[in-house]
């Protein structure tokens, strides 16, 4: 591959300069928001993220904080946003940073890296945001970003990481260029559409102009399976709704649910409510029970305490009178 960084890096960063979405994370180079952030935005939409983020430093304004409060707390908070193992690694992370570096975010690459659930990219952007490192970030913006500059589409992430790196070495402004490139990818660059003809870089980017849709790609789709669940809603006038933790591993690891139990065959009924994650497709059964619940789990008069996945909200609020809901759910 040709380095096309060669050529000036200066109309992505100007066009950064005066085009950036005014997001609250870009007025901060403190690790641990930044870190939040990165965390919070590696699998969720920025609208989605805004008012979460906020309310996260209210919750827990500090790496102390958060180490010191249960991983249900911590899950709790991250209630809504999907991917909850995101949740687990800052907490662990967070208790990391207490017993090995004095509870301060540590200043070196290779600690960030070493930190849970911080792959090289999300290290990269910390490293750079926060202290100037020269090191890339390759998320899925800047991989797309970087194959069609390149017209290299089946460029491994290998080859894209020599890429990005030579790209941010030429650049002389690594925190700018990260965020210049994430941004480019975010606005401009779209998995569906490219808007070639405002693009700062057209003018080097070997596929501007072109059929962006029929452009290949080497994802290989993961098939999703269909998994059927029956839900078993244990209630009891006085004490309130069965519910269970989930187990560490696993499909909603670690948050409470009412007893699940995996359904063999489809059943011949509609089911009450269908979730979809990545690579499954939940159809979940509720079944209202008067017998004994099982014996691990608690009775659970009023949920805001806890940690529940969205799919069973959805299914709590189709079982349930409105009134009676807001009750458990209050
Ligand atoms: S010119 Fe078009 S394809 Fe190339 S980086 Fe810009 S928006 Fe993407």
Redesign the pocket.
Known sequence: MTNLFSVPCKPLLQWYQTNLRDLPWRHTTDPYHIWVSEMMLQQTQVKTVLPRYEQWFQLFPNIQHVAAVPLDDVLKAWEGLGYYRRARFIHSAAQQIMDQHDGIFPEQFDDILSLSGIGQSTAGAIASFCFGMNTPVLDGNVKR?LK??HNQYEATDKQLWVLAQEAIDASNAPAIWNQAMME?GAT??QARS???DT?P??RY?K??FSN?EQQPSNKKKTPVKDVFWQINLHTHLEKGLWLQQRPEKGIWAGLWTPPIIELPNKPDCSPCHIHLLTHRRLHLYSKPLSSAPPSDGKWVKQISQLALPTGIHRLLEKNFPKNKYQIIKA
């Open positions: 970003v069609r500059w480019l401009l660059c490219a808007r070639c693009c870089v057209s980017c596929s501007a962006i």
